[in-house]
């Protein structure tokens, strides 16, 4: 079936210092690509999203880029903080027997060190 | 701003009992999920539901079932509980397939 490869599985910066975060999709024809962010005992909540009409977009210090070509798309955060800690989860469109579905990266843990 | 609520957060049964774990939203969303997260396998999809009395099987829905008889309420059932069904479930609700997913609380179940 199709799936979503998402790297690293850890992910330790120094605060103030930029974190990116990798995901591949199998599917060609995902077109909608979210980002969440799980913090400690909280539910995850939408950070940014990206749809495949467009190659880059940014909100503040977060942008997420894709690369239709190569089914790869990324999250930057830049200028990290101590609130930046969290795990963030990536997530392609599919079809799937005639229903629309997300597919879910097994998530990333970034730890901001002070 | 768009609530989901799960009826428990923390749950304990024993093995072979029947669990319903409710959840509603206050959205008049069409869309509803029911997701597992266990450490290191992210979110999976147990069961969705794009409308009242519609139901689609995720990518595991092996021991589960859901039953959605209005639209606010989306109801995930567990036939008889087995231990490697201990886990946190969030249910989820979005206005449509490439819309924002709203997450409940999560319940963290523990079969024993």
């Known amino acids: 079936g199709e799936n979503v490869e998402q790297h690293p599985s850890t992910l330790s910066v120094q605060e103030g210092d930029s974190a990116v975060i990798k995901c591949t999709y199998s599917?060609?024809?995902?077109?909608?690509f979210p980002w969440y962010k799980q913090e400690l005992g909280k539910r995850p909540q939408l950070i940014i999203d990206?749809?495949?009409n467009v190659g880059e977009k940014k909100d503040q210090r977060i942008a997420v880029t894709l690369n239709k070509t190569a089914k790869h798309f990324s999250l930057h955060i830049t200028e990290t903080q101590p609130e930046d800690s969290a795990v963030y989860f990536c997530?392609?469109?599919?079809?799937?027997?005639?229903?629309?579905?997300?597919?879910w990266g097994a998530g990333t843990k970034l730890i901001i060190k002070p | 701003d768009v609530k989901v609520t799960q009826s428990s957060r923390y749950l304990v049964k024993r093995t072979g009992e029947k669990v319903f774990l409710e959840c509603v939203q206050d959205?008049?969303?069409?869309?509803m999920f029911w997701y597992r997260q266990d450490p290191g396998l992210g979110l999976r999809l147990i069961y969705f539901?794009?409308?009242?009395?519609?139901?689609e099987k995720g990518d595991i829905p092996e021991g589960y079932s859901v039953s959605r008889e209005k639209k606010e309420r989306f109801s995930l059932i567990l036939e008889s509980a087995s231990t490697n069904q201990t886990s946190m479930y969030l249910c989820?609700?979005?206005?449509?397939?490439?819309?924002?997913?709203?997450f409940g609380p999560g319940t963290r179940l523990t079969v024993l």
């Open positions: 989820a609700s979005s206005l449509g397939p490439s819309y924002e997913q709203f």
């Open positions: 959205m008049d969303h069409e869309n």
């Open positions: 539901s794009y409308d009242v009395k519609m139901k």
């Open positions: 599917d060609s024809a995902s077109n909608y």
């Open positions: 990206i749809r495949s």
């Open positions: 997530a392609a469109s599919i079809w799937e027997d005639s229903n629309y579905q997300l597919i």
